[in-house]
């Protein structure tokens, strides 16, 4: 299981010294929380700090849109050259043209579907995109619980997966994004979950390096 560190979860006034401390060997990608104030309530960063972290870092970035607008956001980032951009099914009206939008330019679609989103509306939707990102806490803060309804929804996934990629010959990445920890991780790796974001379990402790390994069941 890849791991990608939700760096909002750092020391924002310390984001140089947090990038820093990730070793490109074990970190697989950073994920940016980029919240808008209406979407979700927080607001976070956008594409000015989203540019100086990647000038910081040559760790791929994972983009995760919480915003209203997710076609006035999109073309932003474009220029990161992240290894995806996911935004939100709920705040699409046109989810499919945005996602060839994102692919056009060379960058993995991804699509995330907040907790009380049925699973079932990937059906229609799946091929366009690259990543299937399934929130396992409501959008918003890091520091929240797995929601008890989180790991019967990644099942669900892996199985709409499994049935679909027969069909069709498309494998999108599944990542989990809220909550994740070391008791959980242990199941997320059993059912194959592709990345797993995590925020304050990296970053509470000193050495992020060794969370990201419990995470990934090497230590
Ligand atoms: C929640 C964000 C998550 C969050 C993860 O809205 O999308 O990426 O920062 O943090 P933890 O792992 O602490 O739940
Ligand atoms: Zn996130």
């Known amino acids: 299981m890849k791991i990608s560190p939700s760096i909002l979860a750092a020391n924002l006034t310390r984001l140089s010294e947090a990038l820093s401390k990730l070793n490109s060997e074990v970190t697989d990608f950073i994920h940016l929380d980029i919240m808008d104030g209406h979407f979700v309530p927080p607001l976070t960063f956008g594409e000015q700090l989203s540019t100086a972290i990647k000038k910081e870092t040559s760790i791929p970035l994972d983009i995760h849109l919480m ?3 997710p076609e006035k956001e999109i073309p932003k980032y474009y220029e990161l050259e ?10 699409a009206s046109f989810p499919i043209r945005l996602a060839q939008e994102i692919r056009s330019k060379g960058i993995k679609a991804g699509i995330a579907l ?7 509306v990937l059906n229609d939707i799946y091929t366009y995109f690259d990543l299937i990102l ?5 959008p918003g803060y890091y520091g929240q619980s797995f929601l008890s309804n989180g790991m019967q929804r990644l099942s669900e996934v892996m199985n709409l997966r499994q049935r679909l990629s027969e069909k069709t010959d498309h494998l999108p990445l599944i990542e989990v994004d809220g909550g994740v920890n070391a008791e959980n991780a242990v199941s997320l790796r059993t059912i194959n979950v592709d990345i797993a974001v995590a925020g304050s379990f990296v970053f509470k402790a000193e050495d992020y390096n060794t969370q990201i390994e419990i995470l990934k069941g090497n230590i």
């Open 67 to 69: 915003t209203a607008q």
């Open 82 to 91: 992240p290894h995806n951009i996911t935004f939100h099914y709920e705040a």
């Open 114 to 120: 907040n907790p009380a989103t049925p699973v079932a």
């Open 134 to 138: 399934i929130m396992t806490v409501e």
